[in-house]
Structures are given as structure tokens and as C-alpha cells.
């Protein structure tokens, strides 16, 4: 099963639109090139003969450089050639912590019995909820994220935006994408605050996100988990399918100073 799930996934991934990128499959690899002003770009589902990779490397770098914004390099275990990661690096790339591809059978998952506390979950259900949101996750992560607003409107027809409450203060947060022509759901932005983690909040977020997609007949949820996540999610059903490392290149870096 696991297998045959992976090859569904990179199939229907593959054949992704995402609202705001020109996407291009050259059949080694398919590149999403950003037509938004602060959106980063993405190549992803690598199949490159390793003669050729160095040459294809430096080609994408100078396309993402003439359009003048930072992209990513998603490698995938089932990537080729084998050596992609190391010649990204050579090349300036950054590589962040691996993630590990999972999938949850939604059928399959059962709702535990779970006392439910004072912090209330909420869907969102005006856009203009999502400002709030993307200060809440620049907070939990301590960074910027100047594309972020634009991307999560752009999804706002096909997603489901969750929001946990104490009183009128968000203390956590997560949604779920539903990608066209797809079997597989993503989970997203699943964050609780610091002094709130540790007392449920951030199941209930998983299991509302769960039930969401049972509703409407997914039958599949997919999620990028970091290595402490992982356990977590393998505890309630999740498969491990692939395994899966970001590398990066900044702008400013692509001229090779």
C-alpha cells in the first residue's frame, strides 16, 4: 500500500495549480514560478539524469534570480539521482531539517473521548480573519512571513480555517487545504501557544480538522511533520510514505556573492 499511496500522491501533487504561480513541468521536475510580488518559488518531483544535474541546477538558479525572488528546492527520498541534496548544497542551497510524508486513513481514524476544556475551536468565516491569523503565526514563530496573508486568501475557497479561543484571543490555530482533484488533504499551520501546550488544545485542532475532511469524503490527509511531530502522528494512525528535505536559495544569494 505504501508504494502505490506515494506513487497517487506525486501523481496528483504533480498535476497541482496553485493560485498565483505560472506552473511548468519539464517532466524532470515541475517549477512553480510566483506571479505575486513577496511569494517565494518552488521546483519540485525531481527525475533529473545526473550527467545533466549541475547544468539544470545553475539553470534554475539564474531563472529564479531574473524574476528576483527566493525559492525552494523540495527533494523527496524517491527523488533522483541520489545525490540532488549534495549538489543543491554545493550550490548555495540551505537545507532545513528533514520532514517526514504522512498520510491518515480518515475512515479509519477514531475520534478519542476527550473532555472538552474552556478554550473554544472555531472555523473562521470571514477572510478578514485571516490577518489575525498570520499574526498569530509570525508571534508563534518569531519571524515574518510578507507572502503569507496573500497565499492563505488565495486558498480560502477550497480550505478550512480553524481558530482555538480563550475568551477573544487566539491560542491556536490550524486548517486544512483540499486541493483540486485530489484524494489527499493537507494539514496546515497547526500551532498552539506556548503556555497552552501540553492540555489538548492542539488535538482537538487535529481532530475538528479530521472530521472536516470526512465530511466531505477525503479519504486521505497528507502533512509534512518534523521529526518531533512524527511520533505524535504516527500515534494516531498516521503512515510514514517519504521522506522529505526543503533547501533554499535567497535572492540575494542567487548571483553567487
Known amino acids: 500500500m505504501r508504494s502505490s499511496l506515494v506513487d497517487a500522491y506525486r501523481r496528483e501533487r504533480r498535476d497541482l495549480q496553485v493560485r498565483g504561480y505560472r506552473r511548468e513541468d519539464f517532466g524532470v521536475f515541475v517549477r512553480y514560478t510566483p506571479e505575486q510580488p513577496h511569494l517565494p518559488g518552488f521546483i519540485q518531483f525531481t527525475d533529473v539524469p545526473e550527467h545533466a544535474l549541475a547544468e539544470e541546477i545553475e539553470r534554475q538558479v539564474a531563472h529564479f534570480q ?56 472555531h472555523r473562521l468565516e470571514d477572510p478578514d480573519e485571516l490577518v489575525e491569523l498570520v499574526a498569530f503565526q509570525e508571534a ?69 480538522r479530521v472530521l472536516d475532511a470526512r465530511a466531505r469524503g477525503i479519504p486521505w490527509i497528507a502533512v509534512d511533520a518534523a521529526p518531533m511531530s512524527r511520533p505524535i502522528l504516527e500515534a494516531k494512525g498516521f503512515m510514514h510514505l517519504d521522506t522529505t528535505w526543503p533547501l533554499s536559495r535567497r535572492a540575494a544569494e542567487s548571483d553567487g556573492s
Request: glycine share 12%; hydrophobic share 45%; aromatic share 14%.
Open 66 to 121: 531574473a524574476h528576483g525572488c527566493d525559492f525552494e528546492w523540495k527533494v523527496y527520498g524517491a527523488d533522483s539521482p541520489p545525490g540532488l541534496r549534495e549538489a543543491l548544497r554545493r550550490a548555495g542551497f540551505e537545507e532545513d531539517e528533514p520532514e517526514a510524508l504522512m498520510v491518515l486513513d480518515v475512515d479509519a481514524f477514531v475520534l478519542p473521548a476527550r473532555a472538552q476544556g474552556g478554550i473554544g475551536i
Open 140 to 208: 508563534i514563530w518569531a519571524r515574518e512571513f510578507p507572502w503569507l496573508l496573500w497565499h492563505l486568501r488565495s486558498m480560502w475557497d477550497f480550505t478550512s480555517f480553524f481558530a482555538a479561543r480563550q475568551g477573544e484571543r487566539m491560542v491556536g490555530s490550524g486548517y486544512i487545504e483540499y486541493p483540486r482533484e485530489s484524494r489527499f488533504a493537507e494539514l496546515h499551520g497547526g500551532a498552539v501557544v506556548p503556555e497552552l501546550r501540553g492540555q489538548g488544545i492542539y488535538s482537538r485542532l487535529f481532530e475538528v
